[in-house]
């Protein structure tokens, strides 16, 4: 693999992972739908040699068009290797397995973390013997005791869904491994330009790649990116378990991460425009935005990102019920759940990503009644103020 570290995440967001050459001529890196490769000398000693992860034999274990994927990711992230999934929870699944493989293992984890991985954890994982405790990682002491009853896995995202806390992970990564832990990040919110996880030591860069990576709402993938010892166990769990990327929607996720800073940029501009606007509205009690300086996280944000997102959250006066009408009265942005594309999307945790929760779940997680989670996309930003601004009058 060649060294992109002189380049700049603009740059190796369109170059890393595939060059046209004298030998590949082609300037876009191939679509290769052929699940299985001619065997040789090469591939027959990687095999007995136990490195079958490096030949080309079988698409599960090694595909060019993922290879493209991979290599760009890896660089963008300051990875030595990146494995790509077929979603943002299979990425989740193996890196969690990786980490906590043996019965009687812990899993310290934020008390805001993405609906199906508190899930995974809460109701799947447990009854394999790995425990999670769900705790608020931003409070010193709460950190402390939970570390102290002992951790094999420390697990939080960038950013966090849907109030947008953005935890100090440089404090918590230091902590958690001086108690013997290893530091697990789902950074989907931030991407790789906003911050690199393993920078601020963390031992595992996680992203669904469903959101901004790909970023048109047309492909269901993940990733995985650390140092190669660890890499080579999550590897075995895509291999083993069989969640590997399609090479189609590697392909979409190619083109989709050549325009990730250009996307990025007007998605920040939009949310923290729409932000202030929606903060003056009489039906608004509040609004969650890391670059507004009246979020919680706002210094943390300063500290630990390069720019504040394109995810936002607002409470509507009159609960869930008064959220919903005003949802559906929008006649631009549309009411569908994940995040990360060209178009605004809106969607109610209540009955979305944390529906799973009881209401008091719920509010531990911090998430009041009538939250409402926007992905600003890329429209003209006075077109979405007008639709937000008229949806919620007519509520
Ligand atoms: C969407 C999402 C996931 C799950 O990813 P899929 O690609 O849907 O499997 C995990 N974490 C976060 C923060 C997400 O937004």
Redesign the pocket.
Known sequence: MTSHEPWSPATLCVHAGHRASAAQRAVVAPLVHSTTFLLDDTAYSAMTQGRASEAWIYSRIRNPTLDVVQERIAALEGAERCVVFS????A?HAALLATAQSGGSRVVAHREI?G??WDLLAHLLAPLGIASEFVDLNDPRARGAALARGADVVYL?SIT?PSLDVPDLQVIATEAHAAGARVLV?A??ATPLLQRPLDLGADLSIH????YLGGHSDL???CVSGQADLMARVFRWMQLAGGCLDPHAAFLLDRGLKTLPLRLECHQRNALELARRLAGHPRVERVLHPGLESHPAHERALRNLQGFGGMLSFVVRGGDEAALRAVRALRLALEAS??GGVETLVSLPCNTSHARMSAAERAAAGIPPGLVRVSVGIEDVADLAVDFERALTAA
Do not use: Q
Not at 87 to 90: E, F, K, L, R, V
């Open positions: 979603s943002g929870m299979a989740i993405y199906s991985t995202e869904n789902d989907t919110f669904s790649a469903t959101k269901i993938g993940g994940s995040l």
